[in-house]
């Protein structure tokens, strides 16, 4: 004899409000707190200037490293190809203006001859990079 009443089964309820709650504030957390930055691939030591603006930079950088390598737009050119590719460069995106960021230990005569090399190939506005003298 069962004296027992049957019991009922009532199924596992799970209330995922909450989690899905603690899951957007954790989301919300990490998107506020980091912080995003372009780091270049190129290790560059720029020059220290007081009077150095911060400017809005161009579609076209160029760099150079204190060894002597030339990178346009973060890709190795080599020194016979870097006129016909800045050349190209101009034609296709019709601006004038360049970004020539050189390693404080370069070498003047570098420095001056890609210069020239940017201003035959069409560009007129070319901007030095610098570090504000207080700067890290």
């Not at 190795?76 to 970004?99: C, G, I, Q, W, Y």
């Not at 210069?115 to 890290?136: P, V």
């Amino acid at each position: 004899m069962n004296f027992r009443a049957p019991k009922k089964s009532h199924g596992l309820i799970l209330n995922l409000t909450s989690l899905i709650d603690v899951m957007f504030l954790l989301l919300i957390f990490f998107m506020v707190t980091s912080t995003f930055r372009n780091q270049p691939a190129i290790t560059l030591v720029l020059p220290r200037s007081a009077t150095a603006a911060e400017t809005v930079d161009t579609p076209v950088v160029l760099f150079l490293t204190a060894e002597g390598e030339v990178y346009l737009n973060d890709t190795r050119v080599p020194a016979n190809e870097l006129t016909s590719r800045l050349e190209e460069l101009h034609t296709a995106s019709k601006d004038n203006r360049m970004v020539l960021r050189a390693d404080e230990s370069a070498s003047h005569g570098d420095v001056v001859s890609l210069i020239d090399t940017i201003k035959q190939s069409g560009f007129t506005r070319i901007s030095l990079s610098a570090r504000l003298a207080g700067a890290m």
